[in-house]
T-cell receptor, first 110, second 117 residues
């Protein structure tokens, strides 16, 4: 199957860490991606991880991949109000197809 | 203009109208995509063009008709739409039509919010 699943909502207090979880089904996925969509804008690539990696860190972002469980997570440290957005998990299925989840709406409260 | 632009940003049309969505990329990419984004549903890939040739048509109804006159421009022609076609239509482009490699990530436009009445 090609289903990518994520929880729909996450509320977090400013300054805390956010963790967004995603499960995917295709064990042959080569790359897994996190995209961010701010209101009124298109999707922006945040980070990606190659399937032979367990972890990738990029400033405040940490991606963890558990290939055995087909579980991907995105941790945002020191969450700020500008991090409020919809976050999409996606897996690459072949040369051009990305399969996206439904998106997790992250709300940062003061 | 930089990146991927889409016009119009908002469109309201009746079921008997004919309209077109336009996408333009200023990134020198060779592949362009149309996606449909409905609330709380995964993005649906509709069409893929690589070097102006259609390489994917994902079982999209014929009331949606894409056109790619050159590698910088992509259109989506709409006619006799249904209310369930109301959604955000996103255009994207990539350097090649390989998404599984570094550097081939897709860049998205801001989308056209379509409402069918």
């Amino acid at each position: 199957g090609e289903d990518v699943e994520q929880s729909l909502f996450l509320s977090v207090r400013e300054g805390d860490s956010s963790v967004i979880n995603c499960t995917y089904t295709d064990s042959s996925s080569t790359y897994l991606y996190w995209y961010k969509q701010e209101p009124g804008a298109g999707l922006q690539l945040l980070t990606y991880i190659f399937s032979n990696m367990d972890m990738k860190q990029d400033q405040r972002l940490t991606v963890l991949l558990n290939k055995k469980d087909k579980h991907l997570s995105l941790r945002i440290a020191d969450t700020q109000t500008g991090d409020s957005a919809i976050y999409f998990c996606a897996e690459s299925l072949n040369d051009y197809k990305l399969s996206f989840g439904a998106g997790t709406t992250v709300t940062v409260r003061a | 203009e930089t990146g991927v632009t889409q016009t119009p940003r908002h469109l309201v049309m009746g079921m008997t109208n004919k309209k077109s969505l336009k996408c333009e990329q200023h990134l020198g990419h060779n592949a362009m995509y149309w996606y449909k984004q409905s609330a709380k549903k995964p993005l649906e890939l509709m069409f893929v063009y690589s070097l102006e040739e259609r390489v994917e048509n994902n079982s999209v109804p014929s009331r949606f008709s894409p056109e790619c006159p050159n590698s910088s421009h992509l259109f989506l022609h709409l006619h006799t739409l249904q209310p369930e076609d109301s959604a955000l239509y996103l255009c994207a482009s990539s350097q090649e039509w390989a998404s599984g490699a570094v550097g081939y990530e897709q860049y998205f436009g801001p989308g056209t919010r379509l409402t069918v009445t």
